[in-house]
């Protein structure tokens, strides 16, 4: 069974620098995915970020980016220029294959964005 | 717009009343699941359906029931509900093979007393 471990409870942030929330996961598979969700405070799940295993280059979305170390099983996430609107609490989630389809989250990092 | 509906977005009852959040989605995806949210914890999987009339166990089955009768519905059935049934509970859709994540709801808030 897959395990996705996030090691920070809580993080803060002044507004405009950089975070960088870590994760780790477990994993005999080969081909998967990583996700990085957003949860703000009205609760809603908001997919940030995605990742193909079998992809070396490592994605960007805007502001977003994840550095991916497969060999390690580490895919952190890093917020550049960080805004209050970013005060969320991040979840770190697994996704195998074909077949193996669940998703299987981490217990999460809550991040403040102070001005 | 495409979106998983769950309904109600708050829920207070009773242990042992018997109670049903519904779950809908429109974009016609083959997967559908639900998970409970408890802090420190994350978010465990309850049960998913894979298809119409196909359900299975996920994490944390116990004390839940589900169906699918139908493709756009998953309804979260607590026959007996207890106080450490207390949660956030989600209701997710995906399409099958694309792995790009899920739909999720809007989420509904249980209390059990």
């Known amino acids: 069974a897959q395990t996705v471990t996030q090691s920070q409870p809580e993080m803060s942030v002044q507004e405009a620098e950089t975070v960088t929330l870590s994760c780790t996961y477990d994993?005999?598979?080969?081909?998967?995915?990583l996700f990085w969700y957003k949860q703000p405070p009205s609760r809603q799940m908001i997919l940030v970020i995605r990742?193909?295993?079998?992809?070396?280059q490592n994605a960007t979305e805007n502001r977003f980016s994840v550095n991916f170390q497969k060999a390690a099983k580490s895919f952190s996430l890093k917020i550049s220029d960080s805004q209050l609107g970013d005060t969320a609490m991040y979840f770190c989630a697994f996704m195998g294959g074909f077949g193996n389809e669940k998703l299987t989250f981490g217990t999460g990092t809550r991040l403040t964005i102070i001005p | 717009e495409a979106q998983v509906t769950q309904n109600p977005r708050y829920l207070i009852t009773v242990t042992g009343k018997k109670l049903t959040v519904t779950c809908s989605q429109n974009?016609?995806?083959?997967?559908m699941s639900w998970y409970r949210q408890d802090p420190g914890l994350g978010l465990r999987q309850i049960y998913y359906?894979?298809?119409?009339?196909?359900?299975d166990k996920g994490d944390v089955p116990e004390g839940y029931k589900v169906s699918r009768k139908e493709k756009r519905n998953f309804p979260l059935i607590l026959e007996s509900p207890s106080p450490n049934q207390t949660s956030l509970y989600f209701c997710a859709s995906g399409l099958r093979g694309t792995n790009y994540g899920y739909t999720f709801g809007s989420g509904t808030r249980l209390t059990v007393v």
């Open positions: 994993t005999s598979e080969s081909n998967y995915y």
């Open positions: 359906s894979m298809n119409v009339e196909v359900t």
């Open positions: 974009m016609n995806h083959e997967y």
């Open positions: 990742q193909e295993a079998y992809k070396q």
